[in-house]
């Protein structure tokens, strides 16, 4: 996306839609079991005091441009307010511990949304405020070592979709250096999907999860969350995750049994140390605790349930 503050628009004259379903309803699909086990860890209240890792808090105007965007492009937005208001809904749902995530679509504007996060941090005790910065920017280190110094944000969030650069590029690999030194992670979209046309890249030939290992390799310090799972390459990403030890993998939209591709659950369980619940909220097309209510339900064992909607992001962003 080329964008500014107020537009965003797709870089190539004919975009093909991110191919999605409408939302499944959970309830009444014949999952008896599932059922019950959602509703007994709700009963004690194992669903209450989550951390959600994936929250998407923006300036008004950038809303807004996000909301047209997938108008045209993806799905239907259904919960469209502003960052207080995000903020508010989470509490209400009962998330006591939120990632805020910001991104930076162009260069030039990652001080802004840096200051941004930092004054909602400052303004919520329950936020966990993550930076930006643009490979693009001339002085992109210095905005990374100003947001993980002085400015105490609490690591570098970046998206290859949108800024059309790989992970394993050496200016993304030099940002993400300065993470590992200043021991704070990164959340990086380095997975090939959900992708469309209208980012005007290739996201399969920049995404593929073999650059990602490249990454892990050259900065084995680095603490790495990789969102969605790694979709669309579940089990590449899963084996990534058996060999090295700083990366990490967020549910966002994955675990929601809202896209096609499915997961193996029992996988997911086996790594639930290294597996955070995440949700992309409030960029989703469903009801917010959707994704939630499915790990309670397919998530067999309470320990590793517990680890991935609390313990892993405790563990990644201590308080």
Not at 118 to 134: C, E, I, K
Not at 221 to 237: A, I, N, Q, W
Request: contains cysteine; glycine residues 6%; negative net charge.
């Amino acid at each position: 996306m080329n964008t500014d503050s107020e537009t965003l628009t797709p870089c190539c004259a004919i975009a093909r839609r991110i191919e999605v379903p409408d939302p499944r309803p959970l309830d009444g699909d014949g999952d008896v079991v599932g059922a019950a086990r959602e509703a007994d860890r709700r009963r004690r209240r194992l669903l209450d005091g989550v951390t959600d890792a994936h929250v998407h808090l923006w300036p008004d105007a950038i809303y807004r441009a996000l909301w047209r965007w997938f108008d045209e492009h993806a799905w239907k937005i259904r919960f469209r307010a502003n960052a207080e208001e995000t903020v508010s809904a989470l509490s209400a749902s009962g998330v006591t511990r939120a990632v805020s995530l910001v991104y930076a679509h162009k260069p030039g504007i990652a001080r802004s949304l840096n200051a941004f996060a930092r004054q909602l941090g400052d303004a919520h005790a329950g936020l966990v405020p993550m930076a930006t910065v643009s490979p693009e920017d001339s002085d992109a280190l210095d905005i990374v070592r100003e947001a993980l110094g002085p400015m105490g944000l609490r690591g570098i969030k970046l998206h290859c979709h949108v800024q059309k650069t790989p992970i394993d590029d050496p200016r993304v690999i030099a940002i993400l250096r300065e993470c590992a030194a200043a021991g704070c992670p990164a959340v990086v979209h380095c997975g090939r999907a959900p992708a469309s046309d209208a980012y005007g890249v290739d996201t399969h030939l920049i995404c593929e999860h073999t650059r990602c290992e490249r990454v892990l390799q050259e900065i084995p310090t680095l603490k790495l969350v990789v969102p969605h799972l790694g979709l669309d390459e579940f089990e590449p990403y899963l084996a990534l995750v058996d060999r090295y030890e700083g990366l990490y993998l967020d549910t966002s939209m994955a675990c929601a049994e809202y896209f096609e591709q499915r997961i193996d659950w029992r996988a997911i369980e086996q790594r639930s140390e290294r597996v955070l619940y995440g949700t992309d909220f409030p960029i989703v097309p469903y009801e917010y605790d959707r994704e939630l209510r499915v790990l309670a339900r397919r998530i067999e064992d309470d320990r590793a349930f517990e680890r991935i909607v609390r313990g892993t992001s405790a563990a990644l962003w201590p308080t």
